[in-house]
């Protein structure tokens, strides 16, 4: 069964860089159905999705976010990861990898998520 | 300030029917097929309705989801304990060129 995990600093210092990564097992990232993307939730808010990409590299992303975020792939690793700079106090959430559905836009299979507190 | 907008809240009673509503625009509702997911407490969101009506595998059939226009809603019927949770709609924005999310429904149950 299709699983992802995602991994990375759970404190990050205002004005730096955010890094994750979602390893994806059980399965082929390489696949022409899904794109795999990030989302996330500040504490007691709603979902942001932040961006998506798919396994041959395309990738699409939040426009308030575009000018500072990056999702790459890397199909060899069966992984894919996120890196958002310049972060602020704001964007401490709990960062959930998804597969998304390309047919329907659907985020069908979610990973547990990560916590990320931006803090000095 | 969500693009799709939900209420805060619902609640019902054991074995009762509630729907949560789900309102948005030409951009996003109008134009594409909505999906409903679900929150439990300290878990991440499951996919629970997709294509407005559809159930992915081992949902149950209590859970049914409709769209007419620039609306959407989420029917859960024979309301159970396990039920309460965090509820979001969904669908894709064409003028963000990516999915949107409502704000959120706190369902409880009395």
């Known amino acids: 069964q299709l699983q992802l995990l995602e991994s990375g600093p759970g404190l990050v210092k205002p004005s730096e860089t955010l890094s994750l990564t979602c390893t994806v097992s059980?399965?082929?990232?390489?696949?022409?159905?899904?794109?795999w993307g990030w989302i996330r939730q500040p504490p007691g808010k709603g979902l942001e999705w932040i961006g998506s990409?798919?396994?041959?590299?395309?990738?699409h992303y939040h426009p308030s976010l575009k000018t500072r975020v990056s999702i790459s792939v890397d199909t060899s690793k069966n992984q894919f990861s996120l890196k958002l700079n310049s972060v602020t106090a704001a964007e401490t959430a709990v960062y959930y990898c998804?597969?998304?559905?390309?047919?329907?836009?659907?985020?069908?299979?979610w990973g547990q998520g990560t916590v990320v507190t931006v803090s000095s | 300030q969500s693009v799709l907008t939900q209420p805060p809240s619902a609640s019902g009673t054991p074995g009762q029917r509630v729907t949560i509503s789900c309102s948005g625009g030409?951009?996003?509702?109008?134009?594409?097929?909505v999906n409903w997911y679900q929150q439990l407490p300290g878990t991440a969101p499951k996919l629970l309705i997709y294509?407005?009506?559809q159930r992915p595998s081992g949902v149950p059939d209590r859970f049914s989801g409709s769209k007419s226009g620039t609306s959407a809603s989420l029917a859960i019927s024979g309301l159970q304990s396990e039920d309460e949770a965090d509820y979001y709609c969904?669908?894709?924005?064409?003028?963000?060129?990516?999915?949107?999310f409502g704000g959120g429904t706190k369902l409880t149950v009395l």
């Open positions: 998804a597969r998304r559905l390309l047919t329907v836009a659907a985020f069908d299979l």
């Open positions: 059980g399965g082929s990232i390489s696949s022409d159905s899904y794109y």
């Open positions: 990409i798919y396994y041959s590299g395309i990738s």
């Open positions: 030409t951009s996003n509702i109008g134009r594409n097929t």
């Open positions: 294509s407005n009506s």
């Open positions: 969904a669908t894709w924005d064409e003028s963000l060129n990516g999915p949107v």
